[in-house]
């Protein structure tokens, strides 16, 4: 007993209308790949479902792009607008330069050049000599460049020099001046203490001779002030009678 007619109509139970879809689908995709197989042909199969998924299928020797143009060729119909055409053609344009530029870097390595002509490597000797000059010439710029800042190097480092021997001039003559002053200020009581000293040794019936007082009074003009009065010098009138 045959198999009765199916209507062609919408099947509006959901459930039922996915199951069907996913059987005519699996079909009409089998179908087109024996087609493309048995007869050679070119094949490019889209589907939409009602939930919006795409399936797709294209013959393995061509591609979804390759039939469209095709078919814009045979039918006269634009798929494409001006804009899209453009962009398609610059696309192509950029491909083709970049397979260009990837060549021509094999060659600058050394790559491929078996297939050459004499006049060929040419350029490429030429390219080669401008990098090697390139090269060379960023090398000199950055040596320069280390040289001058090493010579404003030694520039900073002989004027921290000399501002350091300046300062440490600066607080030699600070120190000096403090010298000066305190021993100006010590000079009675150093003469006074030598006086005690020689009291209380019992040498004060032994008052120091003229020749000393001499000798003193010519130290006085010759010898410098800070010097005279010094904390730390002897007590001459003990050291003469001593003598």
């Not at 001006?82 to 021509?104: F, V």
């Not at 030694?154 to 120190?175: A, F, P, S, W």
Request: some cysteine; charged content about 25%.
């Amino acid at each position: 007993m045959g198999r009765g007619k199916i209507e062609i109509k919408r099947i509006e139970n959901s459930t039922n209308r996915q199951v069907t879809y996913s059987k005519r689908r699996n079909g009409i995709i089998k179908k087109a790949k024996e087609i493309a197989v048995l007869c050679d042909a070119k094949v490019s199969l889209v589907i939409f479902s009602s939930t919006g998924k795409m399936t797709n299928y294209c013959s393995p020797s061509s591609s979804l792009i390759e039939i469209l143009d095709k078919y814009q060729n045979s039918s006269g119909k634009k798929l494409w607008d001006a804009k899209h055409e453009y962009l398609s053609a610059e696309l192509d344009r950029i491909k083709k330069e970049n397979d260009n530029m990837q060549i021509e870097l094999r060659h600058l390595k050394g790559e491929d050049l078996t297939s050459l002509q004499p006049k060929e490597l040419i350029p490429i000797e030429k390219a080669l000599e401008d990098g090697y000059d390139s090269v060379r010439a960023k090398q000199m710029e950055i040596w320069k460049m280390h040289k001058k800042n090493e010579r404003l190097l030694e520039e900073e480092q002989k004027r921290l020099t000399y501002n350091c021997h300046q300062q440490q001039i600066e607080i030699d003559g600070v120190m000096m001046r403090h010298i000066v002053q305190n021993g100006g200020c010590g000079g009675g009581g150093i003469n006074n203490n030598n006086h005690k000293g020689a009291a209380a040794g019992g040498r004060d019936d032994y008052p120091p001779s003229n020749n000393h007082h001499h000798h003193g009074h010519h130290h006085n003009h010759q010898m410098p002030f800070a010097f005279r009065v010094q904390p730390i010098q002897p007590n001459l009138h003990n050291t003469t009678n001593n003598k």
